[in-house]
């Protein structure tokens, strides 16, 4: 579904992503793991679409076509979903109407009618209740004020709306209480399929412990330098990631 | 010839088409004599420092239409509100059309001035009313020394309109260039409810200079919505003078939607003559190209224990040029007055600008007075995270500016107006309406 191949980005004129190698196939979780200032957060944004940082080496194959010199709407309508790390405030938008703006641009995009009126209002009561929103949430400007757990169900009932075929989760445990973890994660989980894909980007383990993943990848310094399965994450979380650091050292 | 010399040595052909034993040319004389004496305002008036009206006096306008033209009511409807019931009163070039005209003396009066003024039952209105609370400066003076024609609203104690009066001037472009000056009166007695939409609107490119004088009285618990849509083409210019004067307990609010026109300028002016009294003033301006807005509010607490509230939203793209000059006089005696000014604006090109000049003038103690003003850019980061949701960025932009205006645009209490302004927005801004507000 989705590969990465020697990807290489900068953001004013600093390298941050030294050669990322990557595939995901559907039905797959991946996660990325690291510590701060791995790269982590701007391989979710440049998988995405985000301009601010510069693509110089590489390219982003998703479902077998080049999507590296897309806009990150383009993106969004071939079926790529980012989950925030830290979602914007716009107020005067409420949650409704820019979902249902969201949805109606995907279709346009895509050569389909609106969705009938009765059918989004269906699917949004539906969706809601999946992450557990009381209604008075959707009529509220989006993201504003909200606690950082509602900004992070909101991501993901977005994300239940959209139905993306890819889902980058960029740090979406951060600011979770143990419960908001937990109907996050059972969102997310709840909307697994064969068809689709996720790629969950985190610093901890403990998102792992709800949303399993398939695959676990060590980003250090812009590259990927470790791949495992799940209990490569139990062993990181145990003891850091120094002892890879020291491992990357004696190779070189 | 100058303008001004036109319009002076046009006053004495005036003169022939009126009664001039009226009351009302005492005030016309007086008027003219203040015109002749002062002249256009300039840059050097504090209060037009930022806009200039040299570029518009410079057409030869013809001061009265030579002959009346006939248009058809298709050519108008686009600028009706037809999906509503409502009154009508319709001027072509300055020229009241009958035909095209829906007015009433039934529950209450939305009629002519002309007929307001030569008709002896309205006597004592006109003579309580007329020419009250327009301040004596030249572009009023002006307008005063022309008045003649325009829109009469009397509601009468206790009356609600059950239906909206619509004020619209077309012109139709038979004059190579056209200067109008409506004056109009507005009327709320006591507990009477009334709702307004006013349009200037040129059917062709030749230029059109507007300088109309509306005075509006909002008598105790009386209730008056009126709105202005400014959406003209760009060689009409429009100078807007509107003082309103309230009493106990009323509530009166100036909804005005600054879409288009060469040069518009808002002298709107709320005096509050009672306690308890509710002044709303709302503003939303979207300007490209090179058109000019300028608002010049002024809000005057004389009582204690009211409300005022200011907000003016602009959005300015191309080389358009905005000014906002907001002054709020609180006097000694208006304590507890409450008075919020806010005035947020996005630059969307460096060519742009705006001119924004708050002016707090409090005599009293015991007052809350707030005001601010932002200037800045869209959000590069919420466009960005609207992008991702699919949203093209064309479309993301106006949901973006869409969400700036919201908050005014929910103060138009008619569906209709605000479905029209909504519409007429997203046309201006290149986005067919996949979302609602």
Redesign the interface.
């Known amino acids: 579904m989705l590969q990465v191949k020697n990807l290489h980005a900068s953001v004013e004129g600093e390298e941050i992503l030294k050669g990322i190698n990557l595939e995901i196939k559907p039905g797959e979780v991946h996660a990325i793991m690291g510590p701060n200032g791995s790269g982590k957060s701007t391989l979710a944004s440049v998988i995405?679409?985000?301009?601010?940082y510069e693509v110089t080496e590489g390219d982003i194959i998703f479902e077998k076509a080049n999507i590296s010199e897309l806009?990150?709407?383009e993106?969004?309508?071939k079926g790529i979903?980012?989950s925030?790390q830290y979602?914007?405030?716009?107020?005067?938008?409420s949650v409704t109407?820019?979902i249902?703006?969201?949805i109606?641009?995907?279709r346009?995009?895509r050569g389909q009618e609106?969705m009938p009126a009765n059918e989004m209002l269906k699917k949004i009561r539906e969706k809601a209740a999946l992450l557990e929103m009381d209604r008075k949430f959707l009529s509220r400007?989006l993201n504003e004020g909200f606690s950082g757990g509602e900004k992070k169900r909101n991501e993901i009932f977005?994300m239940a709306m959209?139905e993306p075929k890819l889902a980058v989760l960029d740090e979406t445990d951060s600011g979770l209480d143990i419960d908001a973890l937990r109907v996050v994660s059972n969102g997310v989980n709840k909307l697994k399929s064969d068809e689709n894909a996720t790629l969950v980007i985190t610093h901890y383990q403990r998102l792992l412990d709800y949303i399993v993943p398939d695959v676990v990848h060590v980003l250090i310094d812009g590259r990927i330098v470790k791949t495992g399965d799940k209990d490569l994450a139990k062993v990181l979380e145990e003891k850091g990631y120094d002892w890879i650091k020291e491992e990357l050292a004696q190779q070189a | 010839m100058d303008l001004k010399e036109k319009l002076i040595s046009s006053f004495f052909a005036f003169e022939e088409q009126i009664d001039l034993e009226n009351d009302v040319h005492v005030l016309r004389n007086k008027a003219i004599e203040f015109f002749e004496l002062n002249g256009f305002p300039t840059k050097k008036d504090e209060d037009w420092k930022y806009t200039s009206l040299n570029k518009v006096l410079k057409h030869d306008y013809s001061i009265f239409p030579k002959r009346e033209v006939a248009i058809d009511y298709k050519d108008i409807r686009k600028y009706c509100l037809h999906e509503i019931d409502t009154y009508q009163i319709v001027f072509v070039d300055g020229v009241y059309s009958s035909h095209l005209s829906s007015t009433t003396h039934d529950k209450f009066d939305a009629c002519l001035m002309s007929s307001a003024l030569n008709n002896p039952k309205y006597e004592p209105l006109i003579k309580k009313y007329f020419n009250k609370i327009a301040p004596e400066d030249s572009l009023v003076s002006l307008n005063t020394a022309f008045s003649k024609e325009g829109a009469f609203i009397r509601v009468p104690k206790s009356v609600i309109a059950e239906k909206p009066v619509e004020i619209l001037h077309f012109s139709t472009g038979n004059e190579a260039a056209m200067m109008l000056q409506p004056r109009n009166l507005i009327v709320a007695e006591e507990n009477a409810h009334l709702q307004i939409i006013e349009r200037h609107q040129s059917l062709t490119d030749n230029p059109v200079l507007t300088n109309s004088v509306t005075e509006m009285f909002v008598e105790k618990r009386a209730q008056v919505d009126y709105y202005k849509i400014q959406n003209d083409n760009e060689n009409a210019s429009l100078i807007d003078n509107t003082y309103t004067e309230q009493h106990d307990d009323s509530l009166s609010s100036v909804h005005t939607f600054s879409l288009g026109g060469k040069l518009t300028r808002n002298n709107l002016n709320f005096y509050q003559k009672g306690e308890h009294i509710n002044s709303v003033l709302n503003g939303v301006t979207i300007l490209e190209n090179k058109q000019h807005v300028d608002h010049n509010t002024l809000v005057h607490h004389q009582q204690p224990n009211c409300e005022s509230h200011q907000d003016y939203k602009g959005i300015f793209s191309d080389q358009s040029v905005g000014v906002f000059n907001g002054k709020v006089l609180v006097d000694k005696i208006a304590q507890k007055t409450d008075a919020f000014q806010s005035n947020n604006n996005i630059l969307l090109d460096d060519k742009s600008s705006i001119n924004s000049k708050p002016q707090l003038e409090i005599f009293a103690d015991d007052v809350k007075c707030s005001h601010g003003c932002t200037i800045g850019e869209l959000d590069d980061e919420a466009l960005y995270y609207l992008k991702t949701r699919g949203i093209p960025e064309k479309e993301a932009k106006a949901l973006m500016m869409f969400a700036f205006a919201n908050n005014v645009l929910d103060g138009v209490k008619l569906p209709a107006v605000k479905t029209r302004i909504t519409k007429q927005i997203a046309r201006k801004l290149g986005v067919e309406l996949g979302f609602e507000l």
């Open positions: 995405a679409g985000n301009e601010d806009s990150a709407d993106r969004a309508h979903f980012l925030f979602p914007v405030e716009i107020p005067g938008v109407n820019f249902k703006t969201s109606n641009q995907i346009k995009a609106d400007s977005q959209l």
